[in-house]
C-alpha cells in the first residue's frame, strides 16, 4: 500500500462547477498538509498549507483535512479553464518547508469552457 | 517568476553515463531538496541539503548525489545512468516558514 493514494483522474468538469480532489494516507504521522497544482511542463505551485485537521480557504479553494480518517480534499468553486492543471497532494511529518514531502500521483483536471 | 532556476531544461544521456544538473536557489532560502517525478507519477524526494550538508535521503542509491554551495545553488549528479532514471527532476528551495519553492525542473531521457 502507498503511503499516499490519489485518484490520478483525468476528472473532466464544465467551467463553473465546483471540483472535488481527494487523497487518502495512511502515516499516521504526517500532520502538514499541501496541494499543488502543476501545468505541464513547470513545477509545482504551492497552493494551500494546512497543519493538522481543519478547514482552510483562500478565494475560491478551500483545503479539508480529517486526520481521523487520513482523508484530505481540495474543493475549487466557480471552476475555470485556467484551473486545467494536474493537482498533487503532498503530506509531511515536519515543517512545509524543511522536511521531505510525499506526494500523491497527482489528478489531471481538465475544465472545459 | 519562481526564484529557483534550473539547468539545462532537457537532457538526452547514453545508459551508463553520468549526469550532472543545477539548481539554482532562491534567495535566503537555506535549504535545497531534490525531487524526481516519473511521467504520471507524483515527485518522489531523492535528497535534501542544508548548510552544504545532506541531511535527509530518500529511497535512493549512492549513485544519486549531490552537492549544495555556499551561495545556496545545488547539484544532483547520477553515476551510471539507467533507463529507469528518465523523469523531470526537480529542485526546491525552502525555507522554513514558506514552503518549498519549485523549479520547473530538468527532463532526462535516457536512451
Known amino acids: 500500500q502507498k503511503e499516499v493514494e490519489q485518484d490520478p483522474g483525468p476528472l473532466s468538469v464544465p467551467e463553473g462547477a465546483i471540483v472535488s480532489l481527494n487523497c487518502t494516507y495512511s502515516?499516521?504521522?504526517?500532520?502538514?498538509f499541501m496541494w499543488y497544482r502543476q501545468y505541464s511542463r513547470k513545477g509545482p505551485e504551492l497552493l494551500m498549507y494546512t497543519y493538522s485537521s481543519g478547514n482552510k480557504e483562500d478565494g475560491r479553494f478551500t483545503a479539508q483535512v480529517d486526520k481521523s480518517s487520513k482523508y484530505i480534499s481540495l474543493f475549487i468553486r466557480d471552476s475555470q479553464p485556467s484551473d486545467s492543471a494536474t493537482y498533487l497532494c503532498?503530506?509531511?511529518?515536519?515543517?512545509?518547508?524543511?522536511?521531505?514531502?510525499?506526494f500523491g500521483k497527482g489528478t489531471k483536471l481538465s475544465v472545459i469552457p | 517568476e519562481t526564484g529557483v532556476t534550473q539547468s539545462p531544461t532537457h537532457l538526452i544521456k547514453t545508459r551508463g553515463q553520468q549526469v550532472t544538473l543545477r539548481c539554482s536557489s532562491q534567495s535566503g532560502h537555506n535549504t535545497v531538496s531534490w525531487y524526481q517525478q516519473a511521467l504520471g507519477q507524483g515527485p518522489q524526494f531523492i535528497f535534501q541539503?542544508?548548510?552544504?550538508?545532506?541531511?535527509g535521503r530518500g529511497n535512493f542509491p549512492p549513485r544519486f548525489s549531490g552537492l549544495q554551495f555556499p551561495n545556496y545553488s545545488s547539484e544532483l549528479n547520477v553515476n551510471a545512468l539507467e533507463l529507469d532514471d528518465s523523469a523531470l527532476y526537480l529542485c526546491?528551495?525552502?525555507?522554513?516558514?514558506?514552503?518549498?519553492?519549485f523549479g520547473s525542473g530538468t527532463r532526462l531521457t535516457v536512451v
Open positions: 503532498a503530506m509531511s511529518d515536519g515543517g512545509a518547508g524543511s522536511y521531505q514531502l510525499t
Open positions: 502515516n499516521s504521522a504526517f500532520q502538514y
Open positions: 526546491a528551495s525552502s525555507h522554513p516558514m514558506r514552503g518549498y519553492t
Open positions: 541539503y542544508y548548510r552544504e550538508e545532506e541531511n
